[in-house]
């Protein structure tokens, strides 16, 4: 992850016209879209890596914060939430999968591929994968992010929710998880 340093005036021009408050979802999703529709903005900073997602902050300020992904059919965000903030996501190259969890059965997947976008309010858990090679995606959050909810789902359907720094690669959760059945004997109240 590489932070660009907030110089004041941008080379983006959707940057310089921020209203200098929170950012509506309709607003992010504006800024997103303009974003995606400029590749001087984001081209320079498109790499790829299947292990480790590549990802670079284009702006950050009190307000918002936006971010340019690059991914491969490989990259997987893992299940998370962005805590408070609301954000939106516009595909400036290739296609990406928003999947959505549902309980009790398949998540339903959303294709989103270039031209299209979406956004979302603090309460929205979701997980974005590539699907076609090359694929870019700009992402804004207002407020900024700061923590973020990563999920973990037992193999006997838990859900569990650590929270992590921005900073962070979000990434599948893959350590070995708790003993359900075990923890949950364990609480018995014995008679
Ligand atoms: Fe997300």
């Keep these: 992850m590489t932070a660009l340093p907030d110089t004041g005036t941008s080379a983006v021009p959707a940057l310089n016209d921020l209203p200098q408050r ?80 549902v309980i009790g059965s398949a998540a339903l997947e959303v294709s989103v591929p270039a031209g299209h976008s979406f956004s979302f309010g603090p309460d929205h858990i979701h997980r974005m994968t590539g699907v076609a090679e090359g694929s870019v995606s700009i992402h804004a959050y207002s407020p900024p992010l700061w923590r973020m909810g990563q999920y973990a789902i037992s193999n006997t359907g838990v859900l569990r929710r650590t929270s992590v720094s921005y900073a962070d690669e979000l990434r599948p959760v893959d350590e070995p998880f708790p003993d359900d059945q075990e923890r949950l004997r364990d609480a018995q109240i014995p008679n």
Excluded: K, M
């Excluded at 999703?29 to 400029?38: C, T």
């Excluded at 918002?64 to 991914?71: E, Y």
């Excluded at 408070?84 to 969890?101: F, I, M, R, Y």
């Design 22 to 101: 929170v950012l509506t979802r309709p607003e992010l999703r504006e800024l997103v879209s303009s974003i995606a529709d400029d590749p001087s903005a984001w081209q320079q900073h498109v790499a790829y890596d299947d292990e480790h997602r590549h990802y670079v902050c284009l702006h950050r300020d009190a307000n918002v914060d936006v971010w340019v992904l690059c991914w491969t059919p490989s990259n997987d965000t893992g299940w998370h939430d962005h805590d408070v903030s609301s954000g939106a996501v516009a595909v400036a190259h290739g296609e990406v999968v928003e999947h959505n969890l």
